[in-house]
């Protein structure tokens, strides 16, 4: 079955040291990733997505993420962390296959930031 | 106004009620879904509609129905509401074309069932 799993509850980082959050993937084949990240009281917003091809993808507010196939990981990195950027982030997976659909969400991490 | 916009965005409730949620959006988005948020969970799917005559049921349906009154609005029902379905709830739209895949997620709807 497809599974997305964050293997970090919950982070802590210091204002302005890097990030990384991680992100594994189950699939029978390569499927769509996400990014996505909830604000306190708000809906979840698009940071970034990975199709195909190039397997580093920019995204908004400083995000990148790596996709490696041979790790099943979609890792997503920022290189100096804002106050701004707590929240909380959730990987998803959609996988393209036939009839269905089935994006499924990992569980989320949970960022805080220190000032 | 927000794109994706959902009603109530609290709500408490007794067990037995009947609840409704309503999602509408001015997206233009042919591709409808709602979504469950529970703590250490992450989202799951209820239910999704590609366009307004096509349902379908998502991961977690039970216990919940859903109606698609039109392209720009969807629905969500508990016919009788139980304290586990005390959740927060997202409905979420795309379209079908090349951003098939990435939602544009409401605010929310907070729901308690006592």
């Known amino acids: 079955a497809q599974s997305v799993t964050q293997p970090d509850i919950h982070i802590t980082v210091s204002e302005g040291a890097s990030l990384e959050l991680r992100c594994n993937y189950s699939y029978g084949a390569t499927p769509y990733l996400f990014w996505y990240v909830q604000s306190p009281g708000q809906g979840l917003q698009l940071l970034l997505k990975y199709f195909s091809g190039d397997t580093l993808v920019q995204g908004i507010k400083g995000f990148e993420a790596e996709f490696k196939r041979s790790q099943s990981s979609f890792n997503l990195r920022k290189p100096s962390v804002h106050w701004s950027d707590a929240a909380e982030y959730f990987c998803?997976?959609?996988?393209?296959?036939?009839?269905?659909?089935?994006?499924?969400f990992g569980k989320g991490t949970k960022l805080s930031v220190i000032p | 106004d927000a794109d994706v916009t959902q009603t109530p965005r609290n709500r408490i409730t007794k067990t037995g009620k009947r609840i409704m949620l309503e999602c509408s959006q001015t997206?233009?988005?042919?591709?409808m879904y709602w979504y469950r948020q529970d703590p250490g969970l992450g989202l799951r799917l209820i239910y999704y509609?590609?366009?307004?005559?096509?349902?379908n049921k998502g991961e977690i349906s039970d216990g919940y129905s859903v109606s698609r009154q039109a392209q720009a609005k969807f629905s969500l029902s508990l016919e009788s509401a139980i304290p586990n379905q005390t959740a927060l709830y997202f409905c979420a739209t795309s379209d079908g074309g090349a951003g098939a895949n990435v939602l544009t997620f409401g605010a929310g709807s907070r729901l308690t069932v006592l």
């Open positions: 997206k233009g988005h042919d591709r």
């Open positions: 509609s590609f366009d307004v005559k096509d349902i």
């Open positions: 998803a997976g959609l996988y393209s296959g036939a009839g269905s659909y089935q994006l499924t």
